[in-house]
Every structure is written in structure tokens, then in C-alpha cells.
């Protein structure tokens, strides 16, 4: 089976402007979370959605960042406009319903300038 | 709140020597404890996982866990150490505050394997 899909898997912006990344989940996987990891720091979580709804999005840093989950399929996260605190590694991990174990992507590294 | 804590940043081993990567955590009942590896380029990959039962958790790769409640410990070990084994580790617990799912992640261990 296919795993987790993130693309790009760079993307480097100049302070300002505006990005999307996107995740692929396995398919089937209700469960769709993303995280992120700024240099030094530990992988954080920043929301999670069960098929198209925002089950938890606690760990959002503000509202410059946007995220959606179209029919319960692939999501985006949007960053707008991005800041260069935005700077590190998106993560998106899926898991079927009721179990713990997540498949992560390969994550997407974001660099703002 | 819920944290976990890895105390060693970096660790450099010899190929073929033994492994013991620390793990730490902070939760007044049994978590739910995972360990994940992340190699140059890679997405993170699950290891091994414990819930409950037996405290000795056989993973991929190899590597192996201990569960230890009286020292609130879940260390991740290798016998021997092979080169492939160069990456970043991560130990993470279920936060049970959160929605289903939300892992709470330490800050990384990096491994680095000498020839």
C-alpha cells in the first residue's frame, strides 16, 4: 500500500508570502493529523482531522495558518502570510480509526526568508 | 501536562557495540509509549509501540524496549549497532489530554555509528 504523501517536499518563500502544503494520507485513514518540527525543538502537534472534520486543532500557532481536509481525502496546510518563525519541518501522519499506530510522511521543509 | 524526556542530544557508538538510547516520561498512569526513527530523507518510522502487557517490547530492526513504571523509563536498546542505524530517534506518549492521537514527541536523540 501506499504511505503517507507530502509535497513539496522543500519550499523555500520569502517572508510574506503564502504557502500551501499538502499530505496524502493511506488511503482509508480516518485519522489525519500534522505536526511540526522547528530547528532544535521536538516534533509538535498542530491538529488533527477525523475524515473532513477538525477533530482538535489546539496546537495551531495562530491564524495564519489554515488548514482543510477535502472529503475526508488529502489535506492542506496554508501558511499565510508566512513569518519566519514558520520555519521548519512539516510532518502529517494518518491512522485508521481506533488505532494508535500512525504512519508518518516524509515531512516538508519549510524555509522562510 | 504530559512530557517526555530525552536526555542525550547526540550519541556516537562503534559499529557492533550495544545501544541504549534514553526515554523519560511524565504521567501519573500507564501510557501509551512509542519510539520512532528518522532517517536522512526519510519520514519517521514507528519502531516499536507499548500499551500494556508484557514490559519488554520487541520492535523492527532489531531494537527493543523496556516499559519501567518505578522509573517512569521506556530506554530503547540494540544489541549490536549497525551502520544503517545512523539516524534521529524519537520517543513519544500519547496525550491522553488530547484528541485521539496526539502524540507528544521528545526532542530527538541523533545516533552516529563509527566504522
Known amino acids: 500500500e501506499a504511505g503517507v504523501t507530502q509535497f513539496p517536499s522543500h519550499s523555500v518563500i520569502e517572508k510574506g508570502q503564502t504557502v500551501t502544503l499538502r499530505c496524502d494520507p493511506i488511503?482509508?485513514?480516518?485519522?489525519l493529523y500534522w505536526y511540526r518540527r522547528v530547528m532544535g525543538k521536538e516534533i509538535k502537534f498542530l491538529l488533527h482531522?477525523?475524515?473532513?472534520?477538525?477533530?482538535?486543532e489546539s496546537g495551531m500557532p495562530n491564524n495564519r495558518f489554515l488548514a482543510e481536509r477535502t472529503g475526508g481525502t488529502y489535506s492542506t496546510l496554508k501558511v499565510q502570510p508566512a513569518e519566519l518563525e514558520d520555519s521548519g519541518v512539516y510532518f502529517c501522519?494518518?491512522?485508521?480509526?481506533?488505532?494508535?499506530?500512525?504512519?508518518f510522511g516524509s515531512g516538508t521543509r519549510l524555509t522562510v526568508v | 501536562a504530559q512530557s517526555v524526556t530525552q536526555p542525550d542530544i547526540h550519541i556516537t557508538v562503534s559499529e557492533g557495540a550495544s545501544l541504549e538510547l534514553r526515554c523519560n516520561y511524565s504521567?501519573?498512569?500507564?501510557?501509551?509509549l512509542f519510539w520512532y526513527v528518522q532517517s536522512p530523507g526519510q519520514g519517521l518510522q514507528l519502531l516499536l509501540k507499548?500499551?500494556?502487557?508484557?514490559?519488554l517490547v520487541q520492535g523492527i530492526k532489531g531494537f527493543e524496549a523496556e516499559f519501567k513504571r518505578s522509573q517512569s523509563s521506556f530506554n530503547l536498546r540494540k544489541p549490536s549497532v549497525h551502520w544503517s542505524d545512523a539516524a534521529e530517534y524519537f520517543c513519544?506518549?500519547?496525550?491522553?489530554?488530547?484528541?485521539?492521537?496526539?502524540?507528544?514527541f521528545g526532542k530527538g536523540t541523533k545516533l552516529s555509528v563509527k566504522p
Open positions: 488511503s482509508g485513514h480516518d485519522n
Open positions: 501522519a494518518s491512522s485508521p480509526q481506533g488505532y494508535y499506530g500512525y504512519t
Open positions: 507499548y500499551f500494556s502487557g508484557d514490559t
Open positions: 513519544a506518549v500519547l496525550n491522553y489530554g488530547g484528541s485521539q492521537g496526539n502524540l507528544i
Open positions: 482531522f477525523v475524515k473532513e472534520s477538525k477533530q482538535d
Open positions: 504521567y501519573g498512569a500507564t501510557p501509551y
